[in-house]
């Protein structure tokens, strides 16, 4: 879907579209079969996005002006006869409508039960959520979700890395939380990197289309919508974000223990390579770290790893258990503990 259609359509959903727009909207979606479902899955995810953050303290609030209402203290009232039969008819309407919210919001407080699974850095995991979707969990990484996935959505709490493939339900979003990120999907693929320690998140789409939402200040509002081949990075320290062009296939080979870095810090090659082997990388020098490098590794062990990145850097290593001390070259690293 290119660039100007997806604006027409966003315009459209929060009725701010003119009437310039409209038209060029109505020209695009009878141009093509292709064109009216891209818009209904695209209104959709919107209107899953809407449902998920309305507030609904606003509506407990008002169950408990109706319930003070109810709870006052009767006062005597002499009425007309003619007015018996219809105040009759409205109580019976009010005691039908009081126990409908009773009831309403007795099923929306019932407690729900959590599971929760985690890996240490080093390990992996492949998880089947209650609807049938999959999870490929990264090393340092946590979901929290529902055991039962029966309300009107599907909610996953991630703190790191994983891979969703998620089943396709319509009007019945699946929804990945990662502090004030919401990425909000109905049925897709789709990579998200939210290490909480990190204070960003990346999500990139490998298949469908997924909605990045965020919440600032209180309220709520689209950063961008996904389709296949795409990435939203999300600093959560001063709101900013870059969208561009990836190859998602690439961004979760992780899975397959397949790693791609395009000019990357050497500093953040290390954080990856920890959450893969279950190490823990330092350097005798910060400013090691800022170098920015571009490599692959398929399936390799540790060892050699390190040494193909030490020949592209041009630095050394030394390693003592599972810690590994990043030097200058022909320097030799540790820690003195205290």
């Keep these: 879907m290119e660039e100007q259609s997806y604006r027409l359509i966003v315009e459209y959903f929060e009725k701010t579209i003119s009437d310039e727009g409209l038209t060029q909207l109505q020209e695009w979606i009878e141009g093509s079969p292709e064109h009216l479902e891209q818009f209904s899955e695209t209104i959709e995810i919107l209107e899953a996005s809407r449902v998920y953050f309305r507030n609904r303290d606003n509506a407990v609030q008002t169950w408990a002006r109706v319930q003070a209402h109810i709870d006052q203290e009767e006062k005597p009232v002499i009425l007309a006869k003619g007015?018996?039969?219809?105040?009759?008819?409205?109580?019976?309407?009010?005691?039908?409508?009081?126990?409908?919210?009773?009831?309403?919001?007795?099923?929306?407080?019932?407690?729900?039960?959590?599971?929760?699974?985690?890996?240490?850095?080093?390990?992996?995991?492949?998880?089947?959520?209650?609807?049938?979707?999959?999870?490929?969990?990264?090393?340092?990484?946590?979901?929290?979700?529902?055991?039962?996935?029966?309300?009107?959505?599907?909610?996953?709490?991630?703190?790191?890395?994983?891979?969703?493939?998620?089943?396709?339900?319509?009007?019945?979003?699946?929804?990945?939380?990662?502090?004030?990120?919401?990425?909000?999907?109905?049925?897709?693929?789709?990579?998200?990197?939210?290490?909480?320690?990190?204070?960003?998140?990346?999500?990139?789409?490998?298949?469908?289309?997924?909605?990045?939402?965020?919440?600032?200040?209180?309220?709520?509002?689209?950063?961008r919508?996904?389709?296949?081949?795409?990435?939203?990075?999300?600093?959560?320290?001063?709101?900013?974000?870059?969208?561009?062009?990836?190859?998602?296939?690439?961004?979760?080979?992780?899975?397959?223990?397949?790693?791609?870095?395009?000019?990357?810090?050497?500093?953040?090659?290390?954080?990856?390579?920890?959450?893969?082997?279950?190490?823990?990388?330092?350097?005798?020098d910060p400013d090691l770290g800022e170098n920015r490098f571009t490599a692959k590794f398929k399936n390799l062990p540790l060892k050699q790893v390190m040494e193909d990145l030490m020949t592209l850097s041009g630095l050394s290593f030394t390693q003592k258990d599972n810690h590994i001390f990043i030097s200058n070259n022909d320097q030799k690293g540790g820690k003195i503990m205290k």
Excluded: C
Excluded at 192 to 203: L, R, W
């Design 83 to 223: 007015k018996i039969r219809w105040l009759a008819y409205a109580a019976v309407a009010l005691l039908v409508s009081t126990f409908s919210l009773v009831f309403y919001f007795h099923k929306t407080t019932v407690p729900v039960d959590y599971a929760e699974l985690s890996n240490p850095n080093g390990q992996h995991s492949r998880i089947l959520l209650p609807d049938s979707s999959v999870v490929y969990l990264s090393g340092g990484s946590k979901i929290r979700y529902e055991k039962t996935f029966l309300g009107a959505k599907r909610m996953v709490y991630l703190d790191g890395e994983a891979f969703f493939d998620v089943v396709h339900q319509s009007r019945r979003p699946f929804e990945v939380k990662s502090g004030e990120i919401t990425t909000v999907v109905l049925g897709t693929s789709f990579n998200v990197k939210a290490y909480a320690s990190e204070n960003k998140v990346d999500v990139t789409v490998r298949t469908g289309k997924v909605g990045v939402m965020a919440s600032i200040a209180g309220k709520t509002q689209l950063v």
């Design 225 to 284: 919508y996904l389709l296949p081949d795409e990435q939203l990075k999300i600093n959560t320290d001063n709101g900013l974000y870059t969208f561009n062009k990836a190859d998602a296939a690439e961004v979760s080979g992780w899975i397959n223990n397949h790693f791609v870095f395009y000019n990357t810090p050497l500093k953040e090659i290390a954080v990856s390579l920890e959450h893969r082997y279950g190490v823990k990388i330092e350097f005798t």
